[in-house]
């Protein structure tokens, strides 16, 4: 095929899609070549039509590539490097097997979450735990599998001194630790052990390293939100204390970062920027409000001013993933860099990203039920989806969704004028917005359209889904590698014999 033309044609069909569909103060996603491609061609619709609205499209090539980019920085720099997926940013099966396959490790947050891995016929080996509360179960499984536990606290570990005994086997721990000095400032944390208090812990708990059954193998810390000067200030925080352990006879062979590995979902810094300022003109009475009811995404005027922070995801940034942890690696330490300070010890470095590996591998898309006009001029469009089947802790996912109409269309319904207006759900609350930020239909919209939410496999999709109404969970179709038009259940939603498309 002739590539040039191919891409020629691909451009002008594809400015024309976005322009179908735009915030008020428009934010343009980025967007991968399968989701274009299914954009332009005629399998979404089909495939509401077969499995039902919203449909969440799963394509875990981009996690792949991203793993591997991340992996390359520390092979330039000849860090000893380990990525571990965090699953619970995304519950797909076909993300778990395209992880293992770049030689990454799981990380899982439940008993669920292992168990399922485990039957994928992952090896416990390959696994950490890193659930916030892990009952006695869990914890044997954990212990009979090998799977390494992030230890939050002393009741854990002493659960683990007795698991142990009864099982007479081992249990390889990483020691989860908090309350890192940042800008002199201690960083609050509900998570792990106090950085301050740990070796004194450790020594009451685990009085001899070497006969214990409980194997200190890792230092682990998993921060809040996404800030490099943290990460960087919180691992010269452990490697002294990493070392000190060492010499107490813990044979500490790996510093965890956790996740948090920023991620950007816009194509253009502008109109992020141009966003916010025209919320906040909104805000404070200059212009028409861009967000429902004047919602303050986290913002609020006071006399005038402005006061509050986005409680928003910086859903635009830079620098992100493999950028990002370079800084890391290169950041000053002791006479060098932390990467030397790594290679100088023989400590092997993990991560746990989530949201920034499932970076464009994913999309949902939800069917237009009806339209109506509020007596104040806004248009309400009813999707046959829910809040919770987009969404984050953020209070809004602040990137444009993109229409596309339905083909044939409904000639007394069909409606070609421009509206204005909000996406709204089926949940039956007044705040049931699918999402705050008021969209231009330059073409109207119509019953049957299609709304495709982009990038929404790092958690929008199931971090926060639920069944209120007794409504279904939405389906999840993971695409082909070699034809993005043909697909599967995944398995997570396969019927236990297996129905596949
Ligand atoms: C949630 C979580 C992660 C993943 O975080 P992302 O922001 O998705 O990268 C990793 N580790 C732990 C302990 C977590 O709780």
């Known amino acids: 095929m002739d590539t040039h033309f191919a891409e020629k044609t691909f451009d002008s069909g594809f400015s024309q899609i976005r322009e179908r569909c735009r915030g008020i103060s428009p934010l ?22 077969d499995f039902g609205s919203p449909l969440n499209v799963i394509c875990p090539e981009p996690l792949v590539k991203n793993i591997e980019e991340l992996n390359e920085v520390a092979r330039q720099r000849d860090v000893d490097f380990r990525v571990y997926f965090a699953r619970k940013a995304n519950k797909c099966l076909a993300l778990v097997d395209a992880a293992v396959s770049t030689g990454a490790g ?32 869990l914890l044997e499984i954990c212990v009979n599998h090998e799977v390494t536990i992030a230890v939050d606290n002393p009741d854990e570990l002493k659960q683990l001194l007795i698991i142990t005994e009864s099982l007479k086997q081992n249990a390889n721990i990483a020691l989860r630790l908090s309350g890192f000095l940042h800008d002199e400032i201690k960083l609050h944390s509900r998570f792990g052990f106090d950085i301050a208090a740990i070796e004194q812990i450790v020594e009451h708990i685990i009085p001899d390293a070497e006969q214990s059954r409980i194997k200190i193998i890792g230092l682990h810390f998993h921060l809040d939100g996404y800030s490099l000067s943290q990460r960087i200030a919180a691992v010269a925080q452990c490697l002294p204390v990493l070392d000190h352990m060492r010499t107490s006879g813990h044979q500490i062979s790996f510093l965890d970062i956790g996740g948090g590995l920023p991620m950007c979902y816009l194509e253009n810094e502008t109109q992020w920027e141009e966003f916010w300022v025209q919320h906040a003109e909104a805000l ?32 635009y940034q830079s620098p992100v993933r493999a950028v990002w942890l370079a800084g890391l690696l290169d ?20 991560c746990e990203p989530g949201r920034s590996v499932l970076d ?47 083909v044939s269309i409904n000639q007394t319904a069909y409606l070609k004028q421009t509206m204005e207006g909000y996406l709204v759900g089926a949940y039956c609350t007044e705040s049931e917005l699918i999402s705050l930020r008021k969209f231009r239909f330059p073409a109207g919209v119509n019953i049957g359209d299609l709304i495709i939410f982009p990038n929404t496999a790092g958690y929008l999709m199931h971090f926060l889904e639920s069944r209120s109404h007794q409504f279904p969970l939405a389906n999840n179709l993971v695409v082909n590698r070699d034809d993005h038009e043909s697909v599967q259940l995944d398995k997570i939603d396969r019927h236990p014999l297996g129905e596949m498309r």
């Not at 669920?112 to 090896?123: A, K």
């Not at 404070?284 to 006399?303: D, F, K, Q, V």
Request: aromatic letters at 8%; proline letters at 3%.
């Open 106 to 137: 799981i990380d899982v947050a439940s008993e669920q979450e292992l168990t399922q891995v485990l039957n994928q016929g992952v090896s416990g080996r390959e696994l950490i735990c890193t659930a916030a509360v892990k009952n006695y179960r």
């Open 331 to 350: 950041a000053q330490f002791e006479s060098s860099t932390i990467a030397a300070a790594l290679r100088n010890r023989g400590v092997q470095l993990r």
């Open 284 to 315: 404070l009475g200059r212009c028409e409000p861009i967000t429902y009811r004047n919602h303050g995404l986290g913002l609020i005027a006071i006399n005038n001013e402005l006061h509050g922070k986005r409680n928003c995801y910086p859903y």
């Open 360 to 406: 464009g591998c994913g999309m949902t898309v939800a069917q237009v039920q009806f339209r109506k006009q509020h007596p104040y001029g806004d248009w309400y469009i009813g999707l046959s989806m829910n809040r919770t089947q987009c969404r984050t802790t953020s209070d809004d996912f602040l990137v444009d969704p993109i229409l596309i109409p339905k």
């Open 28 to 49: 343009d996603a980025k967007l991968e070549k399968w989701q274009i491609d299914l954009l332009t061609g005629n399998s979404l619709a089909e495939w509401i039509d």
